[in-house]
């Protein structure tokens, strides 16, 4: 197959494709990609498809027909080879979308780029026809604006930016070659930069030893908003952040964390895959249940990479750490959901809010039971394996030789590594939702942390379990504790507060409800147009809280072995918790 891109009216933002196809039959399938990897959730790209048209080599329509929301079937006959034109709308800017406009045109190729599946592994070519000014960051070698792929798998899997304002400077670590690419509004810091992403860069490797790549592009899209995404490709990644004057100030935590999870990705999720996904079907949903390896363990792993390598310091991964237990202890449907569940519903609606308690997040609660997994390894070890060991065996077993995981195979590999069974844990957190409370506390009690809480200082939701937020002047119910005051007298999801014991609420509610404490209350309230009475009784008890972690003043010595194993100290540098917070 070959492509060829053109963008003649960039402010209407439609690209051009022309891609010259062969088939041997007469009757041949295309498909346009229903989802993009790194987000396993239908995308329907081809809602973005206008001008869709069939034509034989010498220019003649060829008869074509729809048969699915994504697929055509074209009716070329005994024409081997035939061309499809089509405009694809490019109006989203995030890490995972397909953009232009007259500064740059920015393409995620499993957006919008058509395929037969019968071509599907051969070579493809892809020609673009931009402006002279204009510089390519891409992961696959281009030369005069054209490229090659291996096959659509790697297309599929390499995006790319094209402007003139790209910036680009490079490190190396082991011989490979680290490319980091600016694009938008934007003053690098190169030396800050080059520093801390050689740190991180270099704990990663030395975790596994090797890395799956001969080179690595980071492709940042810098943004004048605020805006934080990231998205995972074998040989780079795209990250969209902003507003561009904080980056790398007050939002820089935030850069390098997404940048540390997207390049562990390299490893987690684009060598050791589920099974499920091996290979790739990019026509229609990849349902798999292990979400909470593939986002969970990168969500630990990407900021504990951080910690270890120097470039955090324990005050900012507890931060980091702390932000994870507040949306676990937040999110009621623990209760209701597994995370194997909730990782299978991704497909459903795994990245929108959902129903109320419904299910639960495979990015923080893998992440905390990747923690949990990680103490427990150190425990059987006597401090001396965790986690990093498994997932180092995963890559070599599986990862390296193109073969994909499952749960089994992740459960084999812990109790390898440990020398205890784990079947507990998988029946009860994985796939079962019983609290592990209990366990979080004395998991970080074993490396010298104590997880402790108090009352939130919004009293509204500390002491009538509603979180609440002003909206249009008014101030609406945003969630509800359940079995909390608020919930007992009849407050619903949606609820507009107007007054409370006969005093109107302007956006001030949390302060009348702490001035009316210790009084039952009396709350005037507007649901869908109608006005009504609710009587909140009077309770004693705190709801929403906040957790967070602090070290143990005086940790044992028990506590600075496994401390020191948990962060993998190198000899000559281990201490005293505290010492190393302050």
Request: some cysteine.
């Amino acid at each position: 197959m070959k492509y060829s891109l053109t963008i003649p009216t960039p402010q209407q933002q439609y690209i051009h494709f022309e891609v010259e196809i062969s088939s041997e039959k007469e009757q041949t399938e295309l498909i346009f990609p229903a989802w993009r990897p790194g987000r396993y959730q239908l995308g329907d790209f081809a809602k973005n498809v206008n001008h869709f048209q069939v034509f034989t080599k010498d220019g003649k329509p060829c008869p074509f027909k729809k048969t699915n929301k994504n697929i055509w079937i074209v009716e070329n006959g005994s024409n081997k080879q035939f061309v499809v034109k089509y405009s694809y709308y490019a109006n989203e800017l995030n890490a995972g979308s397909t953009f232009l406009d007259g500064s740059q045109l920015y393409v995620n190729p499993v957006n919008c780029f058509i395929f037969n599946p019968d071509q599907y592994e051969e070579e493809i070519t892809v020609q673009l026809d931009i402006p002279s000014d204009w510089k390519v960051a891409n992961p696959l070698k281009t030369s005069n604006n054209t490229f090659k792929a291996e096959g659509f798998d790697e297309l599929a899997d390499s995006p790319f930016i094209c402007s003139a304002d790209l910036q680009m400077s490079t490190y190396e670590v082991k011989g490979i070659t680290f490319y980091l690419w600016f694009n938008g509004i934007v003053k690098p810091d190169w030396d800050l930069v080059i520093r801390d992403f050689t740190k991180f860069t270099e704990k990663q490797l030395e975790m596994f030893l090797e890395f799956p790549v001969d080179e690595y592009h980071f492709l940042f899209q810098i943004l004048p908003y605020k805006t934080y995404h990231g998205v995972e490709h074998e040989k780079c990644t795209v990250i969209t952040i902003g507003p561009s004057y904080d980056v790398f100030k007050d939002y820089y935590t935030e850069f390098l964390g997404v940048s540390s999870h997207e390049l562990y990705h390299t490893w987690n999720v684009k060598s050791i895959r589920p099974a499920d996904m091996m290979p790739y079907d990019f026509s229609k949903e990849n349902f798999s249940e292990l979400g909470y390896i593939a986002e969970g363990v990168t969500t630990y792993m990407g900021d504990l990479m951080l910690y270890k390598s120097g470039v955090f310091g324990l005050k900012q991964y507890i931060k980091e750490m702390n932000a994870q237990l507040q949306r676990h202890f937040d999110n009621f449907g623990r209760f209701n959901y597994s995370v194997a569940q909730s990782s299978w519903d991704t497909w459903l609606d795994g990245y929108e809010a959902g129903a109320p308690g419904r299910k639960v997040s495979i990015y923080t609660e893998g992440c905390l039971l990747a923690f949990i997994v990680d103490v427990l390894i150190l425990r059987s070890t006597k401090n001396k394996k965790n986690l990093d060991n498994v997932m180092r065996s995963l890559y070599f077993d599986f990862g390296k030789e193109g073969k994909g995981i499952t749960e089994k195979d992740y459960q084999n590999a812990i109790e390898n590594v440990s020398g205890i069974s784990f079947q507990w844990f998988f029946d009860d957190y994985i796939h079962g939702t019983k609290a592990y409370n209990s366990l979080l506390v004395e998991c970080f009690e074993y490396i010298g942390f104590e997880l402790e809480h108090e009352p939130v200082k919004d009293a509204a939701a500390a002491y009538l379990g509603a979180k609440t937020l002003v909206k249009d002047g008014k101030t609406v119910v945003h969630a509800l504790y359940p079995g909390g005051a608020m919930d007992i007298g009849g407050a619903m999801i949606g609820d507009k507060i107007l007054s409370i014991n006969n005093v109107s609420v302007n956006g001030d509610f949390p302060n009348w409800v702490d001035y009316f404490m210790e009084d039952e209350k009396e709350l005037v309230l507007e649901r869908n147009g109608k006005v009504m009475n609710i009587i909140v009784p009077h309770t004693n008890r705190p709801y929403y809280q906040r957790y967070y972690l602090n070290v143990v003043e005086e940790p044992d010595k028990n506590q600075i072995n496994a401390f020191d194993g948990w962060r993998s100290a190198p000899l000559g540098d281990r201490g005293h918790p505290k010492i190393i917070l302050d």
